[in-house]
């Protein structure tokens, strides 16, 4: 009022305001720093990221800007591109690609495109040695992944010195396409990078967001690391304080439904540049408050915040939080705030704590694998953790995929992943006993024989630094034809479509032509006549629509995959003895046999869904003479395996021990 004196001002208001000022002080110095080192390091990554090309030994690396990044051999490096068969031109083409996200053929490869005037045989070799033979296609040019006869990982090419693509034109070889490469390992480091950064850098490619206002002012915004000064001391301020309490707990509850929402809404009306602001005037002052020990301060600082966006994107939200509490009483003005404030100090959805976990799928959110298994097994956990553990799903191929998920888990990027062991090259050797042909009858029986292999102490070799929480034998490959087969002696040489090398080696022993045709082109391939087939499981049936370009069955145990569900052991061993205990009761063979189940509906399903169709189709049961005999051609492929792995005879002795066990009922 007019005329009225202010109030004195107490040694204690005197002490706020030099802490307020002091914290301002501190706030600015460090925030401009932060926006200059923020501002020079995407002046740097935008010119180096930006689309364009580069050459790197022989590679010419094409960056689009994307997540998607091409390389084909540079002009230099070609000695042949073209040549003439039977009067026309021929000619190959020869790419690598790394794709964050299913764009083109779901991961990186290894890519070939060969066109010929007429349908002739093609055969690669890699420094003079054969990888595979398959037909050509005149119009259009089918391409063919390589892939999988380079272990199924596109670092398999990087040994390779000449690479050459040969037609055989009435008896005569013709070399059609000849190219000497060099710094391959290099050339795929930089496209990973390129195509890696820019999904770090648009996040929202990831189909996920993220649903913190922290995280996102902090990394997506500004471009500082997960565990930043700001993050770090938040957390520590979150999980010491706000969890040491009930009322803190609640809080945080609270804010699981909350955040989402607002920031939901904040995204959709184009605002996220308030989350800039948010960083200078909240953030990093509330993140100094908490390293200084000053409790009170985060929750005084966060108040205003949080009033105002609760009242600018969840009114009614606002409104019902302001009238009662969870018990259904009154609650004060003041407490509500504390409650929003606190619960934005959770960041539940970006936790990096060792008591939260990130589980990359390295599959699409609605895939039967993820809908079915993998959210189901993760949900579990998080039932049984609250308070404990959390499993932070993470769908999709951006964050990881098959080709990297295993560099992912081992860089900390995600604590656990899925994946197919084939794509880690050289590291699982003894573990491919489950990969041969005529092995376990079904995925579970495979499955839970592989984990009681592994806990008997066979595998150590392989598994020292990792802790698996889930093996699995996928299910066997069968052969699936457009015509039958003359006879059941030989496959007559049938042109077969594989999508790995063991069951292509096993398809050449037993008369057959493996094609490296993408699995995504099989019905396309089949249904052209540039294949007869494919020899793979029936688990592929419903994606790809096999029952419409094929009739005739052969049901055997041909080559399968090996997958797992794992972290690295210095997680296990960094968790709690409570997220312990809990993670263990989701582990191991129980949860292998319930994984290679649910690979066995799969493959019921596929194979009920077809014969359903009501059309004209054969299913073949080899007889025991035939099985014998087909047994009997595929020896060799078996002792090889065992020769050439450390352990072999040894390792196969004990799997196909755990196997009769599991047939005798034990």
Same mark, same amino acid.
């Given at each position: 009022?007019?005329?009225?004196k202010?109030?004195?001002?107490?040694?204690?208001?005197?002490?706020?305001?030099?802490?307020?000022?002091?914290?301002?002080?501190?706030?600015?110095?460090?925030?401009?720093a932060?926006?200059q080192?923020?501002?020079?390091?995407?002046?740097q990554?935008?010119?180096?990221?930006?689309?364009?090309t580069?050459?790197?030994?022989?590679?010419?690396?094409n960056y689009?800007?994307?997540?998607?990044?091409?390389?084909?051999?540079?002009?230099q490096?070609?000695?042949?591109?073209s040549?003439?068969?039977?009067?026309?031109?021929?000619?190959?083409?020869?790419?690598?690609?790394?794709?964050?996200?299913p764009?083109?053929?779901?991961?990186?490869?290894?890519?070939?495109?060969?066109?010929?005037p007429?349908?002739?045989?093609v055969?690669?070799?890699?420094?003079?040695?054969?990888?595979?033979?398959?037909?050509?296609?005149?119009?259009?040019?089918?391409?063919?992944?390589?892939?999988?006869?380079?272990?199924?990982?596109? &670092?398999?090419?990087?040994?390779?010195?000449?690479?050459?693509?040969?037609? @055989?034109?009435?008896?005569?070889?013709? @070399?059609?396409?000849?190219?000497? /490469?060099a710094?391959?390992?290099?050339?795929l480091?930089?496209?990973?990078?390129? %195509?890696?950064?820019?999904?770090?850098?648009?996040?929202?490619?990831?189909?996920?967001s993220?649903?913190?206002?922290l995280?996102?002012?902090?990394?997506e915004?500004l471009?500082l690391?997960?565990?930043?000064?700001?993050?770090?001391?938040?957390?520590?301020?979150?999980?010491?304080? =706000?969890?040491?309490?009930?009322?803190?707990?609640?809080?945080?509850?609270?804010?699981?439904r /909350?955040?989402?929402?607002i920031l939901?809404?904040?995204?959709?009306?184009?605002?996220?540049?308030?989350?800039?602001?948010?960083y200078f005037?909240h953030?990093?002052?509330?993140?100094?408050?908490?390293?200084?020990?000053?409790?009170?301060?985060?929750m005084?600082?966060?108040?205003?915040?949080?009033?105002?966006?609760?009242s600018?994107?969840?009114?009614?939200l606002?409104?019902?939080? *302001?009238?009662?509490?969870?018990?259904g009483?009154?609650?004060?003005?003041?407490?509500?705030?504390?409650?929003?404030?606190?619960?934005?100090?959770?960041?539940?959805?970006?936790?990096?704590?060792?008591?939260?976990?990130?589980?990359?799928?390295?599959?699409?959110?609605? @895939?039967?694998?993820?809908?079915?298994?993998?959210h189901?097994?993760?949900? *579990?956990?998080?039932?049984?953790?609250?308070g404990?553990i959390?499993?932070?799903?993470?769908?999709?191929?951006?964050i990881?995929?098959? %080709?990297?998920?295993?560099?992912?888990? =081992?860089?900390?990027?995600v604590?656990?992943s899925w994946?197919?062991q &084939?794509?880690?090259?050289?590291?699982?050797?003894?573990?491919?006993?489950?990969?041969?042909?005529? =092995?376990?009858? &079904?995925s579970?029986?495979? &499955?839970?024989a592989?984990w009681?292999?592994y806990?008997?102490g066979?595998?150590?070799?392989?598994?020292?630094?990792?802790?698996?929480?889930?093996?699995?034998?996928?299910?066997?490959?069968?052969?699936?034809?457009?015509?039958?087969?003359?006879?059941?002696?030989?496959?007559?040489?049938?042109?077969?479509i594989?999508?790995?090398k063991?069951?292509?080696?096993?398809?050449?022993?037993?008369?057959?032509?493996?094609?490296?045709?993408?699995?995504?082109?099989?019905?396309?391939?089949?249904?052209?006549?540039?294949?007869?087939?494919?020899?793979? %499981?029936w688990?592929?049936?419903?994606?790809?629509?096999?029952?419409?370009?094929?009739?005739?069955?052969?049901e055997?145990?041909?080559?399968?995959?090996?997958?797992?569900?794992?972290?690295?052991k210095?997680?296990?061993d960094?968790?709690?003895?409570?997220?312990r205990?809990?993670?263990?009761?989701?582990?191991?063979?129980?949860?292998?046999?319930?994984?290679?189940?649910?690979?066995?509906?799969e493959?019921?399903s596929?194979?009920?869904?077809?014969?359903?169709?009501?059309d004209?189709? @054969?299913?073949?049961?080899l007889?025991?003479?035939?099985?014998?005999a087909?047994?009997q051609?595929?020896?060799?492929?078996?002792?090889?395996?065992?020769r050439?792995?450390?352990?072999?005879?040894?390792?196969?002795?004990?799997?196909?021990?755990?196997?009769?066990?599991?047939?005798?009922?034990?």
């Amino acid at each position: 009022m007019p005329g009225t004196k202010p109030a004195p001002r107490t040694r204690g208001t005197l002490l706020r305001a030099t802490r307020r000022r002091f914290l301002g002080l501190c706030a600015a110095a460090m925030g401009l720093a932060r926006l200059q080192r923020a501002h020079a390091q995407a002046q740097q990554q935008g010119d180096f990221y930006a689309p364009g090309t580069r050459t790197v030994g022989s590679w010419l690396i094409n960056y689009f800007g994307n997540i998607a990044v091409n390389a084909t051999p540079t002009d230099q490096a070609l000695v042949t591109r073209s040549a003439q068969v039977g009067g026309q031109p021929a000619s190959a083409r020869l790419e690598l690609d790394y794709v964050a996200t299913p764009l083109r053929y779901g991961n990186s490869a290894v890519h070939l495109t060969v066109n010929t005037p007429s349908v002739l045989p093609v055969k690669v070799l890699a420094d003079g040695r054969q990888v595979t033979t398959f037909p050509s296609s005149p119009e259009p040019p089918l391409g063919h992944q390589l892939t999988g006869f380079f272990g199924n990982d596109v &670092s398999g090419l990087v040994p390779v010195k000449n690479f050459k693509i040969v037609i @055989t034109d009435r008896g005569t070889d013709v @070399t059609v396409y000849e190219v000497n /490469l060099a710094s391959t390992d290099l050339a795929l480091n930089l496209m990973s990078a390129l %195509a890696d950064r820019y999904a770090t850098l648009h996040p929202q490619s990831q189909n996920q967001s993220n649903n913190c206002f922290l995280t996102t002012a902090c990394v997506e915004l500004l471009g500082l690391e997960d565990d930043c000064f700001e993050l770090a001391a938040l957390r520590r301020y979150r999980d010491r304080v =706000m969890a040491a309490t009930p009322r803190g707990r609640r809080a945080l509850a609270a804010y699981e439904r /909350l955040a989402p929402q607002i920031l939901c809404e904040m995204r959709r009306r184009g605002e996220e540049h308030l989350l800039l602001r948010l960083y200078f005037t909240h953030i990093l002052p509330s993140a100094l408050a908490a390293r200084l020990g000053l409790r009170r301060w985060p929750m005084r600082i966060y108040r205003a915040m949080m009033r105002r966006f609760i009242s600018r994107y969840r009114p009614a939200l606002h409104a019902r939080c *302001a009238q009662k509490t969870e018990a259904g009483m009154p609650m004060r003005r003041g407490a509500v705030l504390v409650l929003a404030a606190a619960a934005l100090l959770a960041c539940s959805a970006a936790r990096a704590d060792e008591q939260s976990l990130m589980f990359a799928t390295t599959n699409i959110g609605t @895939t039967n694998i993820n809908t079915l298994f993998m959210h189901p097994w993760a949900q *579990a956990i998080n039932d049984e953790g609250k308070g404990v553990i959390a499993i932070d799903v993470r769908d999709g191929t951006v964050i990881a995929n098959n %080709a990297n998920y295993y560099d992912r888990v =081992m860089s900390g990027v995600v604590q656990i992943s899925w994946g197919l062991q &084939s794509t880690v090259a050289g590291k699982f050797p003894r573990s491919d006993v489950a990969t041969l042909p005529f =092995m376990a009858r &079904s995925s579970e029986e495979g &499955s839970v024989a592989l984990w009681r292999l592994y806990a008997s102490g066979a595998l150590d070799e392989e598994y020292g630094d990792l802790h698996p929480m889930i093996l699995a034998a996928l299910t066997p490959a069968g052969i699936h034809m457009a015509h039958p087969l003359k006879s059941l002696d030989n496959l007559g040489g049938a042109k077969l479509i594989v999508a790995s090398k063991v069951n292509g080696d096993a398809i050449g022993l037993l008369g057959g032509a493996p094609l490296s045709i993408p699995l995504n082109e099989m019905y396309e391939s089949i249904q052209r006549g540039i294949a007869d087939g494919a020899s793979v %499981a029936w688990t592929s049936f419903n994606p790809f629509k096999l029952a419409e370009v094929t009739n005739y069955h052969v049901e055997v145990r041909l080559a399968t995959s090996v997958g797992m569900i794992f972290m690295t052991k210095k997680t296990y061993d960094a968790l709690s003895p409570a997220a312990r205990a809990i993670l263990d009761r989701h582990s191991g063979e129980a949860q292998s046999r319930l994984f290679g189940r649910y690979w066995d509906n799969e493959r019921r399903s596929g194979k009920e869904v077809t014969l359903a169709r009501g059309d004209k189709r @054969t299913v073949v049961e080899l007889t025991p003479e035939q099985a014998t005999a087909w047994r009997q051609k595929l020896e060799p492929l078996t002792d090889d395996w065992a020769r050439a792995t450390p352990d072999g005879y040894k390792i196969l002795d004990a799997y196909k021990a755990q196997l009769a066990k599991l047939q005798n009922g034990s």
